[in-house]
C-alpha cells in the first residue's frame, strides 16, 4: 500500500555535526510535505515545508530536499544542538488536507 | 503550541467507561482533527472536521466518535473505552487560508485499564 516512511528509527550525532533525516513516500500524487519534530511530552511541531513544485527549502539552520524522481525526502539540521533531540516525523498530503505521517526518527545529540 | 489547548492532559479510566477528551483552538482556523499516537508508530487519523457541520471519519475511527460544538472546540468521545485504546491523543487544526500546515496541541495521554 502507499505510506511515508523514515528510512531509520534512529540517528546518533554529534554536538556540532549536520544531521540528515530520510523520509521515503510512494504516493506520486502527493504534492505538499511537512517535517514536524516531537519533544517528549509535547506536540508535534511545524518545522519546515515544501510542495511538490520545488526541490529545495532552507529554513533557519534546516532544510529540506524532495526528490520527486525517487519519492525521496529529506531534512538537513546544522550544526546539530542538544535542543534538536526529538522525534522527527515526515508528512504529506495529498491534496485533501489529510495528512498522512511516518513512524519517525529519533534523533539523538551526543556531548 | 498554546493555541491549541487539550484536556485533559492525562486521563486513566476503567474498561467499558465513556471518556470525552477536549480541544479548543484560539488560531481562528476552520479544520479540527483527532489522532492518536502509539510507541513506534507515526499518527494516525481518527476524525476530522472541515467546518462546524461537517464530521468525516478517518483511517481508525472504530469506538471513537466527535462533536464539532463551535468553530474552536472539537470533542473526541470514548463510547465504551477498551484497553487497546491506551494512546496519546493529538488535536490539530489548519488553517482556512489554504494551507495544509497542521498545528497540533500538547496531547492527552489515555491510559484505559
Known amino acids: 500500500g502507499e505510506s511515508v516512511g523514515l528510512h531509520l528509527p534512529t540517528l546518533s550525532v554529534q554536538e556540532g555535526d549536520n544531521s540528515i533525516i530520510n523520509c521515503a513516500y510512494s504516493?506520486?500524487?502527493?504534492?505538499?510535505f511537512i517535517w514536524y519534530k516531537q519533544e517528549s511530552g509535547k506536540g508535534p511541531q511545524f518545522i519546515i515545508d515544501?510542495?511538490?513544485?520545488?526541490d529545495k527549502r532552507q529554513g533557519q539552520r534546516v532544510t529540506v530536499l524532495l526528490n520527486k524522481t525517487v519519492k525521496h525526502l529529506s531534512l538537513q539540521i546544522a550544526a546539530t544542538q542538544p535542543g534538536d533531540s526529538a522525534v522527527y516525523f515526515c508528512?504529506?498530503?495529498?491534496?485533501?488536507?489529510?495528512?498522512?505521517f511516518g513512524a519517525g526518527t529519533t534523533v539523538t545529540v551526543r556531548a | 503550541d498554546a493555541d491549541v489547548t487539550q484536556t485533559p492532559r492525562n486521563r486513566i479510566t476503567k474498561t467499558g467507561k465513556r471518556i470525552m477528551l477536549e480541544c479548543s483552538q484560539t488560531?481562528?482556523?476552520?479544520?479540527m482533527y483527532w489522532y492518536r499516537q502509539d510507541p513506534g508508530l507515526g499518527l494516525r487519523l481518527i476524525y476530522y472536521?472541515?467546518?462546524?457541520?461537517?464530521?468525516n471519519k478517518g483511517e481508525i475511527s472504530d469506538g471513537y466518535s466527535v462533536s464539532r460544538q463551535a468553530q474552536a472546540k472539537f470533542s473526541l468521545s470514548l463510547e465504551s473505552a477498551i484497553p487497546n485504546q491506551t494512546a496519546l491523543y493529538f488535536c490539530?487544526?489548519?488553517?482556512?487560508?489554504?494551507?495544509?500546515?497542521?498545528?497540533f496541541g500538547p496531547g492527552t495521554r489515555l491510559t484505559v485499564l
Open positions: 515544501i510542495r511538490s513544485n520545488m
Open positions: 490539530a487544526t489548519s488553517g482556512q487560508e489554504g494551507t495544509d500546515t497542521q498545528y
Open positions: 504516493n506520486s500524487a502527493s504534492d505538499y
Open positions: 472536521s472541515f467546518d462546524v457541520k461537517d464530521i
Open positions: 488560531k481562528g482556523h476552520d479544520r
Open positions: 508528512a504529506e498530503n495529498r491534496n485533501d488536507y489529510k495528512l498522512s
